[in-house]
């Protein structure tokens, strides 16, 4: 079983800047982050394969939200720029054997969540 522990939410304004980290207890191939904000269902906010030669955004993050892995650790990465009041949620690390079912929601392991808040 793969342990996820993820780490960097907190409270920030609306345009502020936040870096989420994920950390592994195993090498995994796909990972990436899942959202879910109060009465949303989670949705998929982006993934990253092991080479990080595939890389995949939703809509809603591209261009604000950056991506990034470090294999030697086991960690996953995320920069979250000029943040948004809707992009208030928690926030789920998680793997998968192949990066196209991570985007289906087909995960293997989840982390526990942190919390993201963005104030207006």
């Known amino acids: 079983q793969v342990h996820l522990v993820e780490s960097g939410g907190g409270l920030v304004q609306a345009g502020g800047s936040l870096r989420l980290s994920c950390a592994a207890s195993?090498?995994?191939?796909?990972m990436g982050w899942f959202r879910q904000a109060p009465g949303k269902e989670r949705e998929f906010v982006v993934a990253?394969?092991?080479?990080?030669?595939?890389?995949y955004y939703a809509d809603s993050v591209k261009g604000r939200f950056t991506i990034s892995r470090d294999n030697a650790k086991n960690a996953v990465y995320l920069q979250m720029n000029t943040l948004k009041p809707d992009d208030t949620a928690i926030y789920y690390c998680?793997?998968?054997?192949?990066?196209?079912?991570?985007?289906?929601?087909?995960?293997?392991?989840w982390g526990q969540g942190t919390q993201v808040t963005v104030s207006s």
């Open positions: 998680s793997t998968s054997g192949q990066i196209a079912r991570m985007m289906r929601g087909d995960i293997d392991y």
């Open positions: 195993y090498s995994v191939y796909a």
């Open positions: 990253i394969d092991y080479e990080a030669e595939k890389i």
